[in-house]
C-alpha cells in the first residue's frame, strides 16, 4: 500500500503509522460523560469507505485523514486535519 | 537410463562442462542447464519419493511448477530441502541429494506404505489413529511426521547474505514470453520506465531500449495495493543469494503465460510421465531427450507440436493416443510426416513399470485393450491460464467453456493480463479429458502431496464437499508447488464426483508467496544485531573506557552499572548508590525523550496535555508534569522547564519518548491545530548528564563559566538556565533530583558528551566522584517512591499514583473527564505504597501478590501486587507496591506471596517515599 503524503509525495506503507478512527470529534465545553464515552470508545464497523487517522511518523510526522474503502483498500482521499 | 544428449541444438555452452553430483555419484552437465536437464541427460529418471507413499518420483516438468523433482541442495548450515531440480541453475560443485527415502533412492524401506495405502487415504490419520487420544501427540504424530514429508530443515542458522531492494518504473511487465516483451518494447517506446522480469534465468534480449530494466530469474510473487509488487531474484551460488525486490510500478502487465495439466491415469507419477510441454522444453532449450522412445497422451492440439521436434530430434515416437473422439488434421498430419502411428478416441489406463515407465496400456476407441512399450509418457490435459497473481487480489477466476479453462476475474487496479495468461490461442481443438476412470492402481492429482483421484472422491462422499475442504480433508494443492499442475484436474474431478459443474465446484483461494521465497530472503538484513538499530548514549565511549556492563532499554545502549575489581552487579550499584547519597555521582540521562516546544501558544498547549498548571510558570524554572490518555489513565510523565516566554523543553520517559511525541503532534496538528505551537524531539541533540550528590555543587561550580552562580539562591530546586561551560560551551542547566540529592542535570550538545563526562570526573575527583549506571538509579528512584516504568503500566490513573493533587479543576486537558469517573477514583482500587519486610532482610520481588494474612491464598483475595522492589543499601529491602485502598492502610502488615519463586512473608506498608520523606536532602 501506499500514501500520497500532501508533504513528501506517495510513500510506502511502512512509513506510516494508522491509529484510530479519524469520524469522530473531541468533545468540546458542556459535553456529557456519555459524550466522551462514544468519543472515547465507541467506533462504526462499516463494510464502507471511511475516514482514517495515518501518522507520517517515518517521515515529516504529519498526521494526515485518509478516505479508505476497507474493502478494496482504495485511498479515495488524504487530507490534512 | 533412457534420458539422453541431442547431438546439437539448445541454449547450453557444450564448450563449459559443469561437475555436479547427486546422491553422491558424479555426473557433468553444460553452462546452461539445470539440475533437472542434466540429470535427464545423464539418464537419471529417478529424483526421489514421494511424501506418503514413498513412490518412486522423477522429474515431472521444465519449471517452476514441478510438483515431484524436489531435491536437497548442499550439505551443514547451506542444505536447502525441497529445492525444484527444474529451476536449479548448475553450477560447479553443486551437490544435490533426493529426500523422503531410507537407506536408499531405490530400495526404499517406507515404500511398504504403498502397500498400506487403504489405510493412509485422505484423512487417513484422523481415523486410524483415535485412540488412546492421548496416543497422538507422543506416539503417532511423531512418526507419521517421520514416515510423511519432504526434505529436511538444516537446523542451523542460516549462513547465507540475502539482501532487499526497492524499485520504480512505469510499467511493470512479467513474464519475459514473446508477449512480453512486446508490451515491454510498446512501453518503452512512451519513454516510460520499463521493468521485465522473469523467473528463468534467460539472457537479457537483444536491442532492447536502454529505459527497459531486464531482470532475470526473477519472479514476481505478489500484487499489493497501490501498484506494489515483491519479487525473488534468485542469484545462483553467489553472495547475495536472493534479493528480494519490492517493485511500485504505475501499470503492472501480466504476461505469465499458461501452465500444462497433466491427464490423469493409473501409475501417473512414474517417473517417465511428464508433461508434454516439457519434453519439448527440455529437447529446445537444453537439447535433451528425456526418453528413446516416448508416448504422447494428450487431448488438443497445443502439445501436437511436439510430434515434429521429436522426429527431428530421431527420437523414438511410440504413439499418439487422442483422447478426443476425433484427432485433429493437425494431429493427423504431423503423425504422418513423423511416421507415428495416432489412437484417435482412445484412453490411456496405465502406467506400468517398478522404478521408471516400460510400457502404457491403452484403451482404443473400439474397446480393446493395448499394450505400448516406451520409456516416456509426455502427456497434455490442456493449459491453464497461469492467473495466479490476479486471483492473490482477491478476484474470484472466471470458467471459460470454450478452452476449457479458469481466466482471470476483476483484475488489481492498473493491472493487465495479456496472451495466453489471459487465456487467448491456447487449448485449441480441447476436449476435457480429466482422467481415465476409477481403475484399480493409483491415479495422481496432486503428485506433491499423493493425492489420488479416488481420495478427492473420498473427501466428497464424506461430507467434504467444498473445494476448501476437499484441500484441507485431502492436501491437494498445498506445500512448495501449491497445486500448479493439480488444482483444475481436482476441481472437475471433484464436480463430476459432486454431480455439478466445475465453476460450481469454485476455486480455492491463491495467496501469495506464487512461489517458495525463503525467510531469509523476507528478512533481508534485518537478522541477529542487524535487526534493528542500536543508540549509543553520547557518553558511551566514556562508559566503556570506565568498565561499565551495558543493557539495552528499547533501542538505547545503557550503563548499567560500573564493577571495580571483584565488584558483582550489587555491589557495584551498592556502591554507586553510597557514592551519590555520600559524595557525587554522574549518570547519563540523555535517553530521557526531550521535546523542544516553541510558539506564543506554547504555554496554553502544555495546558491542554498535561493536568496540571503551566501558565504560571516562570522563565528559568522547571515542573513535573502528568499526562494522561484520553481514557483517564495515565500516559507518561517527566519535567518540563521553561527557557522563555514561548520556549520550552519537555523530558518524556525514555520508554514514551517516541509516542509522546506522536501524542504531542497529534494535539497540535488534529486537535488543537489553532495554536501557534511547534515542536521538535531534540533527544539526539542534547547530551544530557545528572550530576547528583552532596558535593553536585561544588563539583558543578568547578567547571560553569563566570557569571553563571551555582549556589542554591541564584539556582534553587527546580531552576533551569542556560548558559556557558569550560570557557564557552554552550550548555543549559536544571536542578532537578531523580535520587532524592542535590542534584543537576546538565546539557550539552551530543558531540560533547564524552568530554562533559571526563571534566565532570576530573572536577569531581577530590570529591570521590563515581559514574553511577541504571542499577544505582532504579534503586534510588524506589528509594524515593518515584513511579517509573512499572507503574506507569497503562493501568494506572492518577489516583492510584498519589498524584491527584496535579489533576487541575480549573482547566480542560487530555482525559481530564475520564479520569474523573467513579471507576478510576475509587479509592478501592490498587493504590502506590512503600513495603518493608517485616524481618527487615527478606528481599522483596516485584510480581508478588498482595494479600491480607491468614486467608487462603487465592485470586478471590489478591489486593495487588509488587510493582518495583529494591535493596536499598541504607534501608534494607524495599520495594513499590499497588495496593488495594493503599493510603488508608499505612503501617498494617500484608502477606507478600510469590509461589513461582517461592517468595512467601510479611511487609509493613510505608508511605512510598523511603528515603528523605522531607525532601531536605535535593533542596539543600
Given at each position: ?12 506503507l ?21 459524550d466522551?464515552v ?11 469507505p ?16 485518509l ?5 478494496t ?9 | ?79 536447502e ?24 533412492l ?7 506404505n ?56 512505469d ?67 553467489a ?30 507419477d ?16 537444453y ?13 488438443n ?7 515434429p ?13 487422442d ?6 488434421d ?7 510426416e ?16 517398478r522404478?521408471?515407465v ?31 497473481l490476479?486471483?492473490?487480489?482477491d478476484?474470484?477466476?472466471v ?15 492498473c ?35 499423493d ?15 467444498a ?17 500448479k ?36 530472503a ?24 570506565q ?13 548499567q ?7 558483582g ?19 547519563d540521562?540523555t ?44 500516559m ?17 520517559t ?16 488534529v486537535?488543537?491545530k ?10 539526539d ?7 547528583a ?44 533530583s531523580?535520587?532524592?540529592?542535590l ?30 549506571g ?34 487541575s ?27 518493608r ?17 491468614g486467608?487462603p ?16 543499601p ?13 493510603p ?12 513461582v519463586?517461592q ?22
Amino acid at each position: 500500500m501506499r500514501i500520497a503524503c500532501p508533504y513528501c509525495g506517495p510513500r510506502g506503507l511502512e512509513e506510516f503509522l494508522y491509529t484510530q478512527d479519524a469520524s469522530v470529534t473531541r468533545p468540546g465545553a458542556g459535553a456529557t460523560g456519555q459524550d466522551w464515552v462514544d468519543y472515547v470508545y465507541i467506533r462504526e464497523n462499516t463494510k464502507a469507505p471511511r475516514k482514517e487517522f495515518w501518522y507520517h511518523s517515518a517521515g515529516c510526522h504529519a498526521w494526515l485523514i485518509l478516505t479508505r474503502d476497507v474493502v478494496t483498500h482504495e485511498i479515495m482521499a488524504v487530507d490534512l486535519p | 537410463m533412457s534420458g539422453y544428449r541431442l547431438p546439437t541444438g539448445g541454449h547450453i555452452n557444450r564448450n563449459i562442462a559443469i561437475p555436479f553430483s547427486f546422491d553422491g555419484k558424479a555426473y557433468t552437465g553444460f553452462a546452461g542447464d539445470t539440475l533437472a536437464s542434466a540429470l535427464l541427460a545423464n539418464g537419471v529418471k529417478l529424483v526421489g519419493r514421494s511424501f506418503k507413499y514413498h513412490r518412486p518420483r522423477g522429474i515431472f516438468t521444465a519449471g517452476s511448477e514441478e510438483p515431484s523433482a524436489l531435491v536437497e541442495l548442499g550439505q551443514g548450515a547451506c542444505r536447502e530441502p525441497n529445492t525444484r531440480a527444474t529451476m536449479v541453475e548448475l553450477f560447479n560443485g553443486l551437490e544435490a541429494s533426493s529426500q523422503n527415502r531410507f537407506p536408499s533412492l531405490k530400495y526404499d524401506a517406507l515404500a511398504i506404505n504403498n502397500l498400506f495405502s487403504p489405510l493412509l487415504a485422505a484423512g487417513f490419520y484422523y481415523k486410524t489413529f483415535m485412540w488412546p487420544a492421548k496416543f497422538w501427540e507422543r506416539v503417532y504424530e511423531p512418526l507419521i511426521r517421520r514416515a510423511a514429508g519432504l526434505g529436511r530443515n538444516a537446523g542451523l542458522p542460516d549462513p547465507d547474505f540475502y539482501e532487499k531492494t526497492t524499485e520504480f518504473c512505469d510499467v511493470l511487465v512479467v513474464g519475459a514470453g514473446t508477449d512480453g516483451l512486446a508490451v515491454a518494447r510498446a512501453a518503452a517506446a512512451q519513454n516510460g520506465r520499463v521493468i521485465v522480469c522473469d523467473e528463468y534465468p534467460a539472457p537479457s534480449p537483444p536491442d532492447l531500449p536502454a529505459n527497459v530494466t531486464f531482470l532475470p530469474r526473477t519472479t514476481v510473487f505478489a500484487i499489493y495495493d497501490g501498484g506494489t509488487y515483491a519479487a525473488l531474484t534468485h542469484l545462483p551460488n553467489a553472495s547475495p543469494r536472493q534479493r528480494l525486490v519490492r517493485v511500485v510500478a504505475g501499470r503492472g502487465i501480466i504476461a505469465t503465460g499458461a501452465l500444462e495439466r497433466p491427464l490423469v491415469f493409473a501409475n501417473n507419477d512414474l517417473p517417465g510421465v511428464m508433461l508434454a510441454g516439457a519434453v519439448a522444453d527440455y529437447i529446445i532449450r537444453y537439447a535433451v531427450s528425456p526418453g528413446r522412445n516416448i508416448l504422447l497422451a494428450l487431448n488438443n492440439d497445443d502439445s501436437a507440436v511436439l510430434i515434429p521436434l521429436l522426429a527431428a530430434a530421431n527420437i523414438g515416437i511410440a504413439g499418439i493416443v487422442d483422447t478426443r473422439r476425433k484427432s485433429s488434421d493437425l494431429v493427423y498430419r504431423l503423425a504422418r510426416e513423423a511416421d507415428a502411428s495416432v489412437f484417435a478416441g482412445a484412453t490411456i489406463l496405465a502406467a506400468q513399470g517398478r522404478l521408471g515407465v516400460k510400457s502404457a496400456v491403452i484403451k482404443q476407441h473400439n474397446g480393446t485393450m493395448l499394450r505400448l512399450p516406451c520409456d516416456t509418457i509426455a502427456t497434455s490435459g490442456g493449459f491453464n491460464p497461469n492467473i495466479a497473481l490476479t486471483a492473490q487480489f482477491d478476484a474470484k477466476p472466471v470458467w471459460n467453456e470454450t478452452i476449457c479453462a479458469f481466466t482471470a476475474g476483476m483484475l488489481p487496479p492498473c493491472a493487465r493480463i495479456i496472451g495466453k495468461a489471459a487465456g487467448q490461442g491456447i487449448n485449441a481443438g480441447i476436449e476435457p479429458h480429466w482422467h481415465s476412470g476409477f481403475s484399480p492402481g493409483k491415479s495422481f492429482v496432486d503428485l506433491q502431496n499423493d493425492v489420488t483421484v479416488k481420495d478427492i472422491k473420498l473427501a466428497s462422499q464424506e461430507g467434504f464437499c467444498a473445494v476448501e475442504q476437499v484441500k484441507r480433508y485431502t492436501t491437494l494443492g498445498m506445500a512448495a508447488d501449491q497445486g500448479k499442475t493439480a488444482n483444475v484436474n481436482a476441481l472437475a474431478i471433484l464436480a463430476e464426483a459432486r454431480g455439478i459443474s466445475i465453476p460450481e465446484a469454485g476455486t480455492t483461494r491463491f495467496r501469495p508467496p506464487y512461489t517458495p521465497v525463503s525467510i531469509g530472503a523476507l528478512a533481508g538484513a534485518h537478522k541477529g544485531k542487524h535487526f534493528k538499530p542500536v543508540r549509543l548514549a553520547p557518553t558511551h565511549e566514556f562508559s566503556q573506557a570506565q568498565g561499565a556492563v551495558a543493557v539495552e532499554s528499547g533501542l538505547w545502549l545503557r550503563a548499567q552499572y560500573y564493577p571495580r575489581a571483584g565488584e558483582g552487579w550489587l555491589a557495584a550499584a551498592t556502591r554507586e548508590v553510597n557514592t551519590v547519597r555520600n559524595a557525587v555521582g554522574i549518570c547519563d540521562v540523555t535517553t530521557l525523550g526531550k521535546i523542544d516546544i516553541q510558539g506564543p501558544d506554547a504555554a496554553k498547549f502544555l495546558e491542554c496535555v498535561y493536568t496540571n498548571s503551566w501558565a504560571s510558570l516562570p522563565i528559568g524554572r522547571v515542573r513535573y508534569g502528568l499526562m494522561l490518555r484520553e481514557d483517564g489513565f495515565v500516559m507518561d510523565d517527566g519535567t518540563t522547564a521553561r527557557l522563555g516566554p514561548e520556549h520550552f523543553v519537555m523530558t518524556t520517559t525514555t520508554a514514551n519518548a517516541a509516542k509522546v511525541m506522536q501524542h504531542l503532534e497529534f494535539c497540535a496538528q488534529v486537535l488543537w491545530k489553532h495554536l501557534e505551537v511547534s515542536l521538535i524531539s531534540v533527544t539526539d541533540q542534547w547530551a544530557q548528564i545528572a550530576v547528583a550528590g552532596p558535593k553536585s555543587r561544588a563539583t558543578l561550580a568547578k567547571i560553569v563559566d563566570d557569571p553563571f552562580d551555582v549556589s542554591n539562591d541564584s539556582c534553587p530546586y527546580m531552576a533551569c538556565a542556560g548558559l556557558t561551560i569550560c570557557g564557552g560551551t554552550p550548555a543549559r542547566l536544571f536542578r532537578l533530583s531523580f535520587s532524592g540529592e542535590l542534584a543537576y542535570e546538565i546539557a550539552v550538545p551530543a558531540r560533547y558528551g564524552n568530554a562533559l563526562a571526563e571534566k565532570l570526573m576530573q572536577a569531581g575527583a577530590e570529591f570521590g566522584i563515581a559514574p553511577y549506571g541504571t542499577e544505582a538509579l532504579g534503586i534510588m528512584r524506589i528509594e524515593k517512591g518515584h513511579p517509573a516504568g512499572p507503574e506507569l503500566n497503562g493501568q494506572t490513573t492518577a489516583h492510584d499514583l498519589g498524584l491527584h493533587k496535579l489533576l487541575s479543576t480549573k482547566k480542560d486537558f487530555i482525559g481530564r473527564t475520564m479520569a474523573a469517573r467513579p471507576a478510576l477514583t475509587n479509592p478501592a482500587r490498587p493504590t502506590l505504597v512503600g513495603l518493608r519486610p517485616e524481618d527487615g532482610t527478606t528481599t522483596l520481588r516485584a510480581g508478588s501478590h498482595l494479600l491480607p494474612i491468614g486467608v487462603p491464598a487465592t485470586a478471590a483475595h489478591d489486593q495487588g501486587h509488587v510493582t518495583s522492589a529494591a535493596r536499598s543499601p541504607t534501608l534494607g529491602p524495599i520495594a513499590l507496591a499497588l495496593l488495594a485502598d493503599g493510603p488508608a492502610r499505612l503501617g498494617e502488615k500484608i502477606r507478600v506471596y510469590d509461589p513461582v519463586r517461592q517468595g512467601d512473608c510479611i511487609a509493613r506498608v510505608v508511605s512510598p517515599v523511603h528515603y528523605d520523606p522531607a525532601g531536605t536532602r535535593l533542596h539543600a
